[in-house]
């Protein structure tokens, strides 16, 4: 009786434990530092002093009354769990983006900036 | 103690049945999130009165510009995707040529997005809000 308890004990355990865990994490990068935002005044900065600071924009969006250059990068985790019958994926991407909106003259009038990549998680999707 | 043995041995004989289900039948939950929660826009703001720089002091940079052929936008968005699948199958190939299996999946892709259009100026013009996530996920998937 103790002997086929303890098999069983083993069994389940095996039962049990049989899944896998998965974490991942992926980056789209593009250095730029946020420290390097202080050094930028509206009216003043020009084009240049932006792309000196920040390195050449992924985007430029040409507007009426100039452009606007936009800095981004994300940080995307995922979280993935097996069990027997059940699977639960989780994927939570989030973005540093940073917004200089440039006139005609090539002179920054305003920019916005929004740091929130390192509040990506890993997470069950419940 | 003899009760005590039959429940370990059905609990043993259930994990076993879902061991050896395995791979017949399968449950996928799966939920994708891009962006952090879009804040609903301040009473403050203002058509005609409210200007970029505040609206890029509350919400940051966007994730979208537009050109609007002299008007501009901003785009604040958050996606949530949530996903379901379900397979049943019978592994039979190695028995019997016929291999029956059902699989189905579904998912919806939701948004909440703000936008607000702004003249060439600078110069709030509209802005629209919608939480797309709080609306009810079975209805939304089905309608």
Known sequence: ?126 | MRCLSESWIRLAIVLFLAQAVSGCLSLQIEKTQEGVDILPPLAEFMPMRTKLDEILAYYGAPAEVVDMNGDFSLHYRRALSRGASLSIGFPLKYTFLPNPSIKTNGDLLRYDTTVFIFTADGVLKDMKYSKGTERSLWEDYWN
């Open chain 1, 1 to 126: 009786m103790k002997g086929t308890r303890l098999v069983i004990s083993m069994l389940l355990v095996a039962a049990i434990c049989c899944g896998c865990a998965v974490f991942g994490r992926g980056k789209n990068f593009v250095p730029f530092n946020e420290n390097a935002l202080k050094q930028v005044t509206p009216g003043k900065t020009g084009a240049s002093e932006v792309t000196q600071l920040f390195g050449p924009p992924n985007r430029i969006v040409k507007l009426s009354n100039g452009n606007a250059y936009v800095y981004e990068r994300s940080l995307g985790k995922g979280t993935g769990l097996w069990l027997v019958v059940l699977t639960f994926v989780n994927y939570d991407t989030q973005f540093d983006r940073i917004v200089f909106f440039i006139n005609n003259d090539g002179v920054v009038t305003h920019f916005g900036s929004s740091f929130n990549s390192e509040k990506a998680s890993y997470a069950m999707p419940f």
